[in-house]
């Protein structure tokens, strides 16, 4: 294997288009090969920002900065953040983009750079997509309503018209009992709601109040919990149930749980092998390419009875014990 120092050089040499282009394959592929299925029938992608490295020392053009307060005083932190895209899925997601956030600009402007590349590249690879809170902005609801998309995006804002409006309805119309994984469910849902008019088309908001049990790590008592959650979408009921928005704004955790804490436990991908704004971008995008054919693979040529009472980090071994025996076998 090579040195980190050549992973770093490597990585800053690469041209990004030709590894989107790799993706892109990848994704194409599988969708011919009919093994995308997305969420209820309906092709679904995610959109969230993550952060990548953060340093007091080393910094470079592509750095952003912030100020924090340490027991020394005030420090200005450098970091790098991106905005990435994932095809959730009930047994297959893939990574399919990411933009860099650049100095100066919020999250939503970095995700709008990103979806006009995606729209362009995977014009029909979802119908729905996903976004925490920060996104349910009009602009961002517009530009992706504007191709054709539906959104589902977290209502938080309780300044917000649309929510009051919404809150003051489910007052009038009652709550229907659901299921959600192991929760009991309280479910309101109004559809055809015009309080946000900078949005192109009227809205529909659900509600779930969810109730769970826990057992309590200290004192092994079982305790019951709630959590509720409101969601903004453009989904009319004809396309997607209540239950079914519900499914898809929990499906929103799936980058986070699936995404960002594989790349950053499994695959070690906030590792800095060289601190350049070009080599961390083409790094992400070969974990990007790494991570989707290792669970295609995994997932699609492995039969289930092999996989069995085996672990993901075990294939993984057994994929590099390989590739270090080729490099053994087959020296260049
Ligand atoms: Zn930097």
Known sequence: MCSADTVGRVHAQMEVKGLRKGLVGVYSRLKRNKALRGIGGLMVAVLDGHETHSSYRR????????????????RTQYYHRCVVLMLAGERLR?????????????????????????????????????????????????FVLSHHKHVVVVLKDERRDLYQDALALFKLE?????????????????????????????????????????RRQATKEVE????????????????????????????????????????????????????????????????????????????LNVKPQRRQGTTEALWARLITAELFQEAVFCPP
């Not at 910094?59 to 952003?64: E, K, T």
């Not at 750079?113 to 362009?120: A, I, M, S, T």
């Not at 994984?181 to 192109?200: F, G, H, I, K, Y």
């Not at 929103?252 to 594989?262: A, K, L, S, V």
Request: include cysteine; hydrophobic fraction near 45%.
């Open 224 to 299: 019951e919990q709630s959590t509720e959650w409101m969601w903004a979408t453009t989904l009319p009921p004809t396309v997607a149930s209540t239950e079914l928005v519900v499914r898809l704004g929990h499906a929103r955790w799936d980058i986070e749980n699936y995404g960002f804490n594989e790349l950053v436990n499994g695959w070690h991908a906030d590792h800095l092998y060289k601190h350049d704004p070009g080599a961390i971008e083409a790094f992400y995008l070969v974990v990007f390419l790494a991570y989707n054919l290792f669970h295609a693979f995994l997932t």
């Open 94 to 142: 893939l990574l399919l983009d990411l933009e860099p956030q650049r100095l100066g600009e919020n999250e939503v402007a970095t995700a709008l750079r990103l979806l006009k590349r995606v729209f362009e590249a995977y014009p029909r690879a979802f119908e729905v997509l996903l976004a925490d809170a920060l996104y349910a902005e009009a602009p961002f609801l517009n």
């Open 174 to 214: 009652g709550a229907v009992e659901g299921r959600y994984r192991n929760r009991r469910c309280l479910w309101w849902d109004v559809a055809e709601l015009t309080s946000w008019p900078q949005v192109a088309v009227a809205l529909r908001v659900v509600r779930s109040q969810e109730t769970y049990r826990v």
């Open 59 to 74: 910094h470079c053009c592509g750095c952003l900065q912030r100020t924090i307060c340490t027991e020394r005083g005030e």
